[in-house]
């Protein structure tokens, strides 16, 4: 049978992020034990703290709709761990790596927000109140992590490592 809700879209986003952020919650251990300069170390430490909070959100959401709480494989995320393990066996520098890390966490958030984008439409279209508040919520501490992590790209020094 084609899938043709919206309510069954939202339920495969759903999933889809559910996935990514206890993905990135590892992801992000992975990028702070990485990492060399500190700030950045506690930073990513800071949004992986922030994960726990986004997944028990997603519980809630997926609550108001009464579906049970499961993930689906995000290859989207997926996919960019993959690309930072391939690149950590190019034996990169300290600076050029906390310059990958930093660009990695930028393409993640971005990803993130977009999937928190579509998932708070549908939820205030389909009138799940409580959930586009959850979500709205999640969205806004991506798009901080987003902020922070744009605002160690501006700073680095990249003149020094050319
Ligand atoms: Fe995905
Ligand atoms: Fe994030």
């Known amino acids: 049978m084609p899938m043709e809700k ?16 206890k993905h990135l919650e590892k992801a992000l251990q992975t990028l702070a034990t990485e990492s060399h300069r500190p700030e950045l170390k506690k930073a990513f430490d800071a949004h992986k703290a922030e994960k726990q909070e986004h997944v028990k959100r997603l519980e809630r959401v997926f609550d108001e709709i009464t579906v049970k709480a499961a993930g689906e494989p995000c290859d989207g995320v997926i996919g960019l761990s993959m690309e930072k393990k391939a690149f950590s066996k190019k034996n990169p520098s300290k600076e050029i790596n906390d310059l990958f890390n930093i660009n990695a966490a930028i393409k ?6 977009s999937a928190y984008e579509s998932l708070s439409k549908m939820a205030k279209e389909m009138n799940l109140m409580d959930s586009s508040v959850l979500l709205e919520k999640n969205l806004k501490e991506e798009q901080r992590a987003l902020e922070k992590m744009r605002q160690f790209a501006r700073e680095a020094d990249i003149k020094k490592l050319i």
């Open 6 to 21: 919206v309510e069954d879209l939202f339920v495969h986003e759903l999933k889809d992020i559910y996935y990514a952020e």
């Open 108 to 113: 993640a958030e971005r990803y993130e927000i």
